[in-house]
């Protein structure tokens, strides 16, 4: 049985997966203004790819027999300034959700949780590779700067992104 602190604690990443979402479409939505369009539907997917993260939790607290929680939370920051801020922020949000899953784990582990500590394994192999394609897109930006052909050419590439739930 899930203790009431790993409970709240699933909850509560729940929350943290739906921000995710909205946080990555807010960073779409300046990629398009910007008729970056590849760029946004990098972010597109990725906040698709959120959703799933979320719903995962979702399905496996109901399949723990407990209630879902779903709670609201802020606005996403919005006003960005350049893709290569974007990309430094998005690498931050996952290094921050890393050290939440972390957590869920480190705290399963104390409950000897093993249904929550095999559904976690998922999660902290997915946050290596999470971190891990931010990281290169950052480098690659920095690389290939703000203007010119380079930026053009990655955008091309990030639009051909698409979201298979059976790879996540
Ligand atoms: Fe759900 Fe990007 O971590």
Known sequence: MLSEKLLMKL???????????????????????????????????????ERFHAMKFFEFINDQGEEAIISGFQNPKRDFESAEEIFSLALEHEKLVSSLINDLMELAQE??????????QWFIDEQVEEEASMSKLLNQLRRVGEKGHGILMLDRELGARTFSPEAE
Request: hydrophobic residues 45%.
């Open 11 to 49: 909850n509560e990443q729940i929350t943290h997966e739906f921000f995710s979402a909205h946080y990555y479409l807010a960073m779409a939505a300046y990629f398009k203004k910007e008729d970056l369009d590849g760029f946004a539907n990098f972010f597109i997917v990725q906040a698709e790819e």
């Open 111 to 120: 409950d000897k949780h093993y249904p929550s500590i095999s559904f976690l």
